[in-house]
Each structure stands twice: as C-alpha cells, then as structure tokens.
C-alpha cells in the first residue's frame, strides 16, 4: 500500500476525457488540498456583503482528481473511506438567493452569511454556536459520459450528494461506471443540516485524505456509505424542536416544515428570516416522518437545541 499527494489542475465537470492526475492501486491512501465551491471568490465578502461577479477565470466546483484505480471495470464497487478533512482557512460562508434551494421563490435577493471558524464551532452571533462536522459534499466516480456534465446534480455515479454523514471514518461505496473509476472529490463543508435547504452549508476550503479499496465481484445501485459510530454526538443532548409540513408531496411538506421553521427562529430567537433560513441550512436536519397516509405526507424539520444559546 501506498500514500500518493494529489496534484496538478482540479477538474471542475464530469467527463472521461480529462487527464488522470493520479493512478493508484487498491489499498493507497490519497490526500489532496481543495477550494470551496466558487474556488476562493466569497473569501473577501463580509456578511451582507455584494457578491463578485463570475469569474471565468476561476470556475466553480474545483475538484480534486480524476484518481484513477488500477484494475476497477464497470460493474465493481469503489469503497472511499474519509481519513482526514481539516479546514485550510479560518471561515466559510453561506448563500441564499432567489431561484436557489428549497424555498426558490420566498427570497428575492442574494444574501451571504460569513462563519468565522474557531476551532472546533463557529457562531451566529449570540443566537446559535454551531459544531464544525467537516465532509466533502462531492464524492463520486465519473459516470460514462465524453460530453462534460456539470458536477450537480448528483447521480448513481455519486458526486454532489451533501450527505452530513461522510465524515471523517465514514466509508462511501461507489458502483463503478467506466474502466479504472476515475474518483474525484470535493465541495468541502464545515458543517450542515440535512436537506441543506438554502443551497449551501458553511462552505470552506480544506485538506483531505481518502483510503481506496475496490470490491471486485459486487454491484450495487447506487452509492452507499457506512458511518463510524453514533450520527449526532454532541447534538442530541438538549434535545430538539421539530416543525412539520403535511402535504400530498414530499416537497411541498418539505417547503413548509422549513417555512414553519424559520417562523420559529424568527419569533423564539429574534433571527431575521434570511439568517434563519441560512441556520436552517447548517443545523436542522429534514426527515420524512410519513408517507403511508396518501394522500399527504408528513416532513419533519428538526432543531438541535443544543446549538441555540
């Protein structure tokens, strides 16, 4: 087994015809460096702040790779376990904007929220300390494509899944889609909510390193992942405070579970509707508590109270 230091030009779409950056064997661990999602251009932006325009010169989605694993053909699974994501720079950010997330149309400008990392929290002002919960929300092997795909939405390849869970001793398996997998990672996260309703989660930059293994003679789906332990230690604690949507679909409740959310934040803790919808990104977590009474289905939207001060 060999450790290998990722390097060379990020890919930034999905294609097979870029450039490997690195061949590896089963076994081999990897660590590479990775920017945030729009590859350093909010570092700048204070909370409120205008945004810079796009800038072509530095493409979203930076990620690290394409890996190419020796002997891996389509049909094998690809097992990338999380060995290491740590922060390179103090901050992150959240944005929500008109035409974005869950609740596209409640919001008609863009708005950034700047977390200031110490350690092992960031806060939002008084209101909420917020545990850092670091994973890489892209973890994927290419799907069978020349024609570049953009990196979201994610597929049964993986890629841009936002799964909270894919922390540091969690395992995700892959089904391999074309010859020698060609994994590549990034989208690192500070922390996140599940649903990551406004479109992002703290967002940062960050280090990582992955361990490879390849499972000849399975198939499965789509991706899978196994987690190290307990999924919410530290949060579960003081409890939490739940707002539901009832709707006949998922997204509609969905919508309306975070908007009952947000009126809570807004009424229990003083929060401006924007900066509760950013909170409601980075800390509650969606979860389908019903769906065998047709013709409505019951979406949950949870509050950790042990991050509200």
Same mark, same amino acid.
């Not at 072509?56 to 290491?84: K, N, S, W």
């Not at 409640?106 to 008084?126: A, P």
């Not at 009126?263 to 409601?280: F, K, M, N, Q, S």
């Given at each position: 087994?060999?450790?290998?230091?990722?390097?060379?030009?990020?890919?930034?779409?999905?294609?097979?015809?870029?450039?490997?950056?690195?061949? %590896?064997?089963?076994?081999?661990?990897?660590?590479?460096?990775?920017?945030?999602?729009?590859?350093?251009?909010?570092?700048?932006?204070?909370?409120?702040?205008?945004?810079?325009? /796009?800038?072509?010169?530095?493409?979203?989605?930076?990620?690290?790779? $394409?890996?190419? %694993?020796?002997?891996?053909?389509?049909?094998?699974?690809?097992?990338?376990?999380?060995?290491?994501?740590?922060?390179?720079?103090?901050?992150?950010?959240?944005?929500?904007? $008109?035409?974005?997330?869950? !609740?596209?149309?409640?919001?008609?400008?863009?708005?950034?929220?700047?977390?200031?990392?110490?350690?092992?929290?960031?806060?939002?002002?008084?209101?909420?300390?917020?545990?850092?919960?670091?994973?890489?929300?892209?973890?994927?092997?290419?799907?069978?494509?020349?024609?570049?795909?953009?990196?979201?939405?994610?597929?049964?390849?993986?890629?841009?899944?936002?799964?909270?869970?894919?922390?540091?001793?969690? /395992?995700?398996?892959? $089904?391999?889609?074309?010859?020698?997998?060609?994994?590549?990672?990034?989208? $690192?996260?500070?922390?996140?909510?599940?649903?990551? %309703?406004?479109? /992002?989660?703290?967002?940062?930059?960050?280090?990582?390193?992955?361990?490879?293994?390849?499972?000849?003679?399975?198939?499965?789906?789509?991706?899978?992942?196994?987690?190290?332990?307990?999924?919410?230690?530290?949060?579960?604690?003081?409890?939490?405070?739940?707002?539901?949507?009832?709707?006949?679909?998922?997204?509609?409740?969905?919508?309306?579970?975070?908007?009952?959310?947000?009126?809570?934040?807004?009424?229990?803790?003083?929060?401006? +509707?924007?900066?509760?919808?950013?909170?409601?990104?980075? %800390?509650?977590?969606?979860?389908?508590?019903?769906?065998?009474?047709?013709?409505?289905?019951?979406?949950?939207?949870?509050? +950790? !109270?042990?991050?509200?001060?």
């Amino acid at each position: 087994m060999t450790h290998h230091d990722l390097a060379g030009d990020p890919q930034h779409l999905w294609t097979t015809t870029h450039e490997p950056r690195l061949e %590896v064997a089963s076994g081999d661990t990897v660590s590479f460096d990775c920017e945030d999602a729009v590859n350093g251009r909010y570092d700048e932006v204070p909370t409120g702040g205008a945004l810079p325009a /796009s800038d072509p010169t530095r493409p979203m989605y930076p990620l690290a790779g $394409p890996v190419v %694993v020796a002997g891996a053909r389509p049909g094998d699974v690809l097992e990338v376990e999380i060995l290491e994501a740590e922060g390179t720079k103090g901050f992150g950010w959240t944005v929500l904007g $008109p035409d974005e997330g869950l !609740l596209a149309a409640d919001f008609s400008e863009r708005y950034l929220f700047r977390w200031e990392i110490d350690g092992d929290h960031t806060d939002m002002g008084d209101v909420a300390r917020v545990p850092v919960r670091p994973f890489f929300g892209v973890v994927g092997v290419c799907p069978d494509t020349v024609e570049p795909l953009p990196v979201m939405p994610p597929g049964t390849f993986g890629g841009n899944l936002d799964c909270r869970d894919l922390v540091v001793g969690s /395992s995700v398996f892959l $089904p391999v889609q074309v010859p020698g997998a060609r994994l590549a990672i990034g989208d $690192p996260h500070a922390a996140q909510g599940d649903g990551e %309703v406004c479109v /992002s989660a703290v967002e940062w930059a960050a280090r990582g390193s992955v361990r490879v293994r390849l499972h000849q003679g399975r198939s499965i789906p789509g991706p899978q992942f196994r987690t190290p332990g307990a999924l919410r230690t530290g949060l579960e604690d003081a409890g939490w405070y739940a707002t539901t949507g009832v709707a006949p679909s998922l997204m509609r409740a969905a919508q309306d579970a975070v908007r009952a959310m947000i009126d809570h934040l807004g009424h229990t803790y003083g929060l401006d +509707p924007r900066d509760a919808y950013v909170l409601c990104s980075v %800390v509650v977590d969606l979860k389908i508590s019903e769906v065998v009474d047709a013709p409505n289905w019951v979406v949950s939207a949870y509050l +950790p !109270l042990s991050v509200m001060r």
